[in-house]
């Protein structure tokens, strides 16, 4: 771990609080409590590494030795059932306790003490060498802590805590180089104007939708980008893309770059556009998502959506889903949708799982040439010939710019999730209940059976011994057992 490397540790708003009443509801009477997070580490890019967590475990008092003010011994078994699961797969463990009183706590030296030995222990245990972060926790867990310990244990390093949404930070000065471009937009507040100059976006598709998306999401201050596209600028796109021209569709622009230049006129200077001339299945897509805090997806074909969705879900991203869709009554009138939705963030439901996106309309879109040819004759995909109209893309995008100017300044909540669908010519928004979507086994957004409070007796019949998880390749003799579980 080098100096310069800045690490953080990123928990979703709404499983932070999930975690958060699950340790309150465990302690029995004063006592300090424990929880764990299992952790994947993403390198992010050189400087900085960011860690996610997979799955959450509190235990409940019963699995417990002791369970005391001045320290705590989980059940062996217990303690060897939670390292033998999350452990052998690669994550790392996140372990907070709590310390009684309010306000950021210290760590105390028999934390110091415990947290080197076990960070030692279970890197010399487990063959992915997992790393140790602790937290520590006033007794509301309001306010609190985090350290990251080296594989030896013997040196540690603090580390960002972020439960919201964004990363971005409401207070950082950034450089504007022309504030009173923002002048009208004060009300909203000077921290949330900071946070989206700092919000790095990706945006897929930089289509009819994606476009408007871009010049208004833009012009409320974003100014940092990454473009998703394969594609170049059509004359059949001329009806809907803001500023495009004949002059570029006969240059053969590429979209990103159309978008680019886009983004490029509202802000000479100051503003950091990355193109990638290919879909978002490309490893260089993919290698964009971990830096951005956003992921928007502005794309007419379901495969898309639905590798954006699982990327989201990988690097734990909020997702922004923008669509539309015209078709005619057999009485020879429109009917025409724009649809909003955002996944919540780490799970509970999906773009899969809701329904929003047709998996086999994806299957076959990701299909080989000779296959679409097939399906398209049979009717299946309806592909560049979809109809679409300015004014309902900007209708969409319009309201997908608002949900994430509302996700940044807080003035809407999208723990749970939002799926608004919006019908012309009725001019009615349907909001979608999305206790409906929730989904607890769902193959691409399930976070797997120990995201809850776990009782010792679930553990009874697990058959494996003590010995048998120490292993023989314990080097130091003097390690007791039971000294791991305490803190
Ligand atoms: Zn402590
Ligand atoms: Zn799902």
Redesign the pocket.
């Known amino acids: 771990m080098k100096k310069s490397t800045a690490i953080s540790l990123h928990i979703p708003p709404k499983m932070w609080s999930e975690f958060r009443e699950s340790m309150l509801k465990s302690r029995m009477f004063n006592e ?1 409590v424990i929880g764990f997070l299992f952790c994947q580490r993403h390198q992010v890019s050189k400087s900085k590494i960011r860690y996610i967590p997979k799955t959450w475990v509190v235990p409940a008092s019963d699995c417990y030795e002791h369970q005391s003010t001045s320290g705590l011994v989980l059940k062996q078994h217990f303690h060897s059932y939670l390292l033998e699961n999350h452990l052998q797969v690669g994550l790392d463990v996140v372990h907070i ?1 709590t ?1 009684t009183g309010q306000g950021i706590p210290d ?2 030296h ?2 110091d003490r415990y947290e080197s030995e076990y960070a030692r222990f279970i890197s010399s245990n487990f063959p992915k060498k997992p790393y140790l972060i602790s937290g ?1 926790f006033d007794e509301n867990l309001q306010s609190g802590q985090f350290r990251i310990w080296d594989r030896k244990g013997q040196k540690f390093e603090y580390l960002n805590f972020c439960n919201s949404l964004f990363e971005v930070s409401k207070f950082e000065d950034v450089i504007n180089h022309d504030d009173s471009i923002f002048a009208r937009q004060k009300i909203f507040g000077k921290g949330n104007q900071k946070a989206l100059n700092q919000l790095k976006v990706l945006l897929i598709g930089c289509g009819g939708i994606g476009s408007i998306f871009a010049e208004l999401l833009g012009r409320l201050g974003v100014k940092n980008w990454v473009l998703v596209d394969p594609d170049r600028l059509e004359t059949t796109n001329l009806n809907r893309m803001p500023s495009a021209t004949q002059e570029m569709v006969e240059q053969q622009w590429h979209k990103v770059h159309y978008v680019k230049h886009l983004i490029k006129k509202i802000y000479s200077e100051g503003s950091s556009v990355k193109t990638i001339v290919t879909t978002v299945e490309s490893e260089l897509a993919k290698q964009e998502i971990a830096t951005c805090d956003l992921i928007v997806v502005a794309t007419d074909n379901h495969f898309s959506r639905k590798t954006a969705q699982e990327l989201a879900l990988q690097y734990m991203r909020p997702l922004v889903c923008l669509g539309t869709h015209i078709d005619m009554k057999s009485d020879n009138t429109p009917r025409m949708y724009c649809r909003v939705t955002v996944p919540p963030l780490g799970g509970a439901w999906c773009l899969m799982c809701g329904n929003i996106i047709n998996l086999q309309r994806a299957a076959l879109e990701s299909a080989p040439l000779a296959i679409n040819q097939i399906a398209a004759n049979a009717g299946y995909l309806e592909g560049v010939n979809d109809p679409a109209v300015f004014w309902l893309n900007s209708i969409c995008a319009s309201t997908g710019v608002g949900v994430i100017h509302g996700m940044v300044s807080g003035f809407l909540n999208v723990d749970s999730g939002i799926d608004w669908i919006y019908e012309f010519p009725d001019g009615n928004w349907r909001k979608t209940n999305t206790e409906y979507l929730q989904n607890d086994d769902c193959y691409f957004c399930g976070m797997g059976s120990l995201e809850e409070v776990v009782e010792d007796s679930d553990f009874e019949d697990s058959d494996f011994e003590d010995s048998d998880f120490l292993g023989s390749d314990v080097e130091d003799s003097d390690f007791d057992n039971s000294d791991f579980f305490v ?1």
């Open positions: 300090e306790h310390h760590f105390s028999t934390d520590v803190w």
